[in-house]
Structures are given as structure tokens and as C-alpha cells.
């Protein structure tokens, strides 16, 4: 069964204090693992888009990367406007829906100023 | 680009009542949109997809005939909850996408049924 998992749940850091979330996957066949920012009340923003391994993408004091088996969400010296839920979300190839995603649970960042 | 509205933003309702809530892709058009349900400090769940002009493929466990979902053109969704009941008061977030790439997601409808 195709499954994501986001660690760690929660994590608070203090400003400038660079960091990094994991997310681990098992799926059939990779098609695309994406990144999305959740604040509360909110809608998921997109953040990136990671094929295959060996990928990486920046934006900002943010930087994604991919393995076989995991990707990781590097936050370099980060503000307290970079609080919010970063969510973790890959897309299998061999899904009977081509384009369906399946969310890890989330990781809860909190940046104290 | 890439930028996906819903209407309403907050929607009080009666129980007993239907509620519409529209998702509309505004500057592309989307092959395939999505409706999620998403509880208090949980992650989204998927309730249904839908391409345009066919009918929508729902998740095990989603009924059908509370969730009405239609997507009758390239850049609008609707997704009528009928009968509301308290227990269906959630946070509900469209996602539209082209070509089965990345999901670009609505601002979310949040739903209080009385």
C-alpha cells in the first residue's frame, strides 16, 4: 500500500536556526512528490515539484531534495513568517486515478522570534 | 498563474439544508479537480475526483449521493452537500490540475452546520 510519512509532527526553532523535515514514502513507482505550505484556515500553497532522485529545488530560504526512498525539506536560517504546515505529497505512477496524491500528515513549524 | 478560487469562504447552514460550494480554476483549465475534507490539525483527505463532463470517482467511504460533484466545464467544480448534518461540518478544499501534474489548491470553504 502506497504511504507517506512526515516527521518530525511538530517542530519549533528559533529564528535563524536552520533546520530540516523528512518525509518517507512507499509507493509502487514514483510519478512526482510535492511540497505544499499550510497555513491555518488556509488552502495548501505549492512549493515544489521533485521527480526523481537525486533532484533538488530552491526557493527562498528553502530547499527540497529527493532519494529513492525519502525527501527532505531544508530550511536555512528560517523567520517566523515560515511558520505554518509543510505537507508532504506524492503522486504513484501506477494509480488507477493518474493524477491523485496521497498526503503525509504534516509537520507543525513554529519559528520564535 | 495558477490560481484556484472557492465561493463561499464560510458557509452557517441549518441542518437539513443543501449547500453549494463552486471551485473555480481562473487562469487555466483543469482536466481533473479534486475535493478534500480536512478535520482540525489533520492532514487532507481526498473525497472525490473529477474530470470534466464525466462523472466524479469517489473514495471508499464517501457517499455519493450526500456529496453531489459536478464539474461541468474546464474551470468550475461544484461540490453540493445535501441534508447537512452537524457531523458534516468540516474545512472543505478544492484542487484543480492540468494534465495530471502538480494540484494548485483553493483557499478552503469552511462549513458549520447548526
Known amino acids: 500500500e502506497d504511504q507517506v510519512t512526515q516527521s518530525p509532527e511538530a517542530l519549533r526553532l528559533q529564528e535563524g536556526e536552520s533546520s530540516s523535515l523528512n518525509c518517507s514514502y512507499t509507493?509502487?513507482?514514483?510519478?512526482?512528490l510535492f511540497w505544499y505550505r499550510q497555513d491555518p484556515g488556509k488552502g495548501p500553497e505549492f512549493l515544489f515539484t521533485?521527480?526523481?532522485a537525486g533532484e533538488e529545488k530552491e526557493k527562498e530560504r528553502l530547499k527540497a531534495t529527493l532519494t529513492k526512498k525519502e525527501s527532505f525539506l531544508h530550511i536555512t536560517a528560517p523567520k517566523p513568517e515560515d511558520s505554518a504546515t509543510y505537507l508532504c505529497?506524492?503522486?504513484?505512477?501506477?494509480?488507477?486515478?493518474?493524477?491523485?496524491?496521497?498526503f503525509g500528515s504534516g509537520t507543525r513549524l513554529s519559528i520564535r522570534p | 498563474g495558477a490560481v484556484v478560487s472557492q465561493h463561499p469562504s464560510w458557509v452557517i447552514c441549518k441542518s437539513g439544508t443543501s449547500v453549494k460550494i463552486e471551485c473555480r480554476s481562473l487562469?487555466?483549465?483543469?482536466?481533473?479537480m479534486f475535493w478534500y475534507r480536512q478535520f482540525p490539525k489533520q492532514s487532507l483527505m481526498l473525497m472525490a475526483t473529477?474530470?470534466?463532463?464525466?462523472?466524479?470517482?469517489?473514495e471508499q467511504g464517501v457517499e455519493k449521493d450526500k456529496f453531489l460533484i459536478n464539474h461541468a466545464s474546464l474551470t468550475l467544480s461544484t461540490l453540493t452537500v445535501t441534508s447537512a448534518h452537524p457531523e458534516d461540518s468540516s474545512f472543505y478544499i478544492c484542487?484543480?490540475?492540468?494534465?495530471?501534474?502538480?494540484?494548485?489548491f483553493g483557499p478552503g470553504t469552511r462549513l458549520l452546520v447548526l
Open positions: 484542487s484543480a490540475t492540468t494534465r495530471g501534474e502538480t494540484q494548485y
Open positions: 509507493v509502487s513507482g514514483l510519478r512526482g
Open positions: 521533485l521527480y526523481s
Open positions: 505529497a506524492v503522486q504513484a505512477t501506477q494509480d488507477s486515478s493518474a493524477s491523485k496524491i496521497i
Open positions: 487562469d487555466f483549465q483543469a482536466t481533473t
Open positions: 473529477s474530470n470534466e463532463g464525466s462523472k466524479a470517482t469517489y
